[in-house]
């Protein structure tokens, strides 16, 4: 069966450290994984993979992918409480009619 | 955001009765999903549709159905709400980037309290 899990489940940190947050997968005929960010609404879109090790940046916010080990990284860099939120990581699985399948998420909380 | 509207965005019910949420697209996407946000959970799937009047089944689909009679609605039905339905409910549509891949972009969410 075809799933996502994210670790660590919730993570609490100081602003100014740097988190690392963890996706695995077993998706079957594997094209991409997404990241999102949901703050208290709908989840925005962060990062696509689809290259493994091809490391995707924006700005303190960077992504990797792991396709031999089956699983990518997170890295926030220098944590603001605007950090603050789930994030998200989504596989699609273009054999069952485009679906998503998502992870539970990391809640992550930046303390100042 | 894609161009897409729910409604209603809140709604409190009482257990038994019949619930529709709706979910408007103006970008004529042909993929279109309902989801439900639970603590512990994540996001699941309740149900999909691939095309007017084409839908299939998520993973927690029981208790709910669905309509798509026109590519820009896609509407959510609890034939008689249950407390275990109440939720946030999230409306997605599935658009192509230029690499290629799939992204799913998500509408504003649906707070359903089933009292």
């Known amino acids: 069966e075809d799933k996502v899990v994210q670790s660590p489940l919730s993570l609490v940190v100081h602003e100014g450290d740097t988190v690392t947050l963890n996706c695995s997968y077993e998706v079957t005929n594997f094209r991409s994984l997404l990241w999102y960010k949901q703050e208290k609404k709908a989840p925005t879109f962060l990062f696509m993979l689809?290259?493994?090790?091809i490391e995707k940046k924006s700005g303190r916010l960077s992504s990797i992918l792991d396709k031999k080990e089956l699983f990518s990284i997170l890295n926030i860099t220098a944590t603001q409480t605007g950090d603050s939120a789930i994030y998200l990581c989504a596989v699609p699985q273009f054999d069952t009619g485009n679906q998503f399948y998502f992870g539970t998420g990391t809640s992550l909380t930046v303390i100042p | 955001d894609a161009g897409i509207t729910q409604s209603p965005r809140h709604k409190v019910t009482e257990t038994g009765t019949p619930v529709t949420l709706r979910c408007h697209q103006t970008?004529?996407?042909?993929?279109m999903y309902w989801y439900r946000q639970d603590p512990g959970h994540g996001l699941r799937l309740i149900h999909y549709s691939y095309g007017v009047k084409d839908t299939d089944k998520g993973e927690v689909s029981d208790g709910y159905s669905v309509s798509r009679s026109k590519t820009e609605d896609f509407l959510l039905t609890l034939e008689s709400a249950t407390s275990s339905q109440t939720s946030v409910y999230f409306c997605?549509?599935?658009?192509?980037?230029?690499?290629?891949?799939?992204?799913?972009?998500f509408g504003a969410g649906s707070r359903l309290t089933v009292l």
């Open positions: 970008e004529n996407h042909r993929y």
């Open positions: 689809t290259s493994s090790g």
């Open positions: 997605a549509i599935s658009e192509r980037r230029s690499s290629g891949a799939n992204v799913l972009t």
